[in-house]
């Protein structure tokens, strides 16, 4: 595929998650990974997830793991054409909410709503974190991620150190 | 979703936004600062630099705006951004406000790439990386049960996350049809208060 076209095709994939992206971005975890790993071979399991990873360690909004897929795929372009793509919807829907603020803040619906989508955000989400996994070098991997998994559920320690924490382990154990 | 507020049945209405407005550059400043400063979510620092530092908004607005944040498409702090500019300046406010937030950080976020692209041969750059992605992915199952909130309580609540997940992992259905199916039924379970 021509790198224009590529940058077509990465488009026409971020505007229409853009709309979707409701709850965040991490909901459309398998529907990136179904596009850059399993239909394109743009990228392997591993690379995916250590974009992730990457993003995690950088300051900014996570959101901008997706420019790192579009940058692997066609440089700096790639990550402008995904990251402005993936913008359109929120960008609209925000400028036509701050204008809308007090008409919206009385509507019962936006919380039913919220209510409703919740389940199916959360569902999205674990469905992402089983295709992560996929990437698991072997068992340590799940070993350490079972680890991280209960420091976080049980200590306020700052996710950083949990990442940071795994990387070393990482390199110690040559995972 | 489980720092959703507690929807007050008759909410007080918030106070008017005072009458001053921060200027262009003070609002690519503010965001800038959220943004760079962001490390693992940008919605603390968001509320620490526009309520606490700047008191641009309120506490209670804050939370407002955040709740509307949290319905429309996109990351919570970058949809902050483009009320907040929109608020002061328009559209061109909301840009303003926009690139103030992803700008460097996407910057900042290539140079690390690049770094890390040039050491990437190295065994033990790898397996570092394959240790942070197993921890990244732990944070992600984390913050995933944390969103959770009130459903966690409620069996629907579990039955139909549990369904979406299997529907989009095993039966390998598109997103869309997903939040279309699954979401139709959540919105009917909630109008009906099983949720």
């Given at each position: 595929m021509k790198g224009s076209d590529q940058l077509v095709d990465m488009a026409l994939l971020y505007v229409s998650l853009g709309f979707l992206c409701i709850g965040g971005s991490l909901p459309l975890i398998p529907d990136m990974h179904r596009f850059f790993?399993?239909?394109?071979?743009?990228?392997?399991t591993a690379e995916f997830a250590g974009y992730i990873a990457l993003a995690q360690v950088a300051p900014g909004p996570n959101i901008l793991y997706v420019a790192l897929f579009g940058y692997h795929v066609a440089g700096i372009a790639g990550a402008l054409t995904v990251l402005v793509s993936v913008s359109v919807a929120p960008f609209v829907t925000m400028i036509f909410a701050s204008y809308m603020f007090e008409r919206l803040q009385t509507n019962p619906w936006r919380e039913i709503v919220l209510r409703g989508l919740a389940p199916v955000t959360v569902g999205l989400m674990f469905a992402g974190c089983m295709l992560l996994t996929r990437g698991f070098a072997d068992w340590r991997a799940w070993l350490l991620a079972g680890i991280a998994f209960t420091v976080f559920m049980t200590t306020k320690l700052h996710p950083l150190w949990m990442i940071g924490a795994g990387a070393l382990a990482g390199v110690v154990f040559g995972l | 979703m489980s720092d959703l507020p507690a929807l007050d049945p008759s909410p007080a209405p918030s106070p008017r936004p005072t009458p001053f407005v921060p200027s262009r550059l003070a609002l690519f400043l503010a965001f800038l600062q959220i943004g760079v400063s962001a490390f693992g979510g940008a919605l603390p620092w968001g509320r620490r630099v526009l309520v606490e530092e700047r008191g641009w908004i309120s506490e209670k607005e804050f939370t407002e705006i955040i709740t509307i944040c949290q319905a429309a498409p996109g990351p919570n702090m970058v949809n902050m951004a483009v009320f907040i500019g929109t608020r002061y300046h328009g559209v061109l406010g909301a840009l303003i406000a926009f690139v103030g937030i992803i700008g460097v950080p996407l910057a900042i976020l290539l140079v690390v790439n690049e770094v890390y692209h040039s050491y990437a041969h190295l065994p033990q750059v790898k397996s570092g990386m394959h240790g942070m992605a197993a921890a990244a992915t732990a944070y992600l199952l984390y913050i995933s049960l944390k969103m959770g909130g009130p459903f966690w309580k409620r069996p629907m609540g579990i039955v139909l996350c549990a369904a979406a997940t299997a529907l989009a992992m095993f039966a390998h259905w598109h997103m869309a049809l997903v939040l279309l199916v699954c979401g139709s039924v959540g919105v009917v379970l909630s109008k009906r208060g099983k949720l």
């Open positions: 790993v399993e239909t394109r071979g743009l990228m392997t | -």
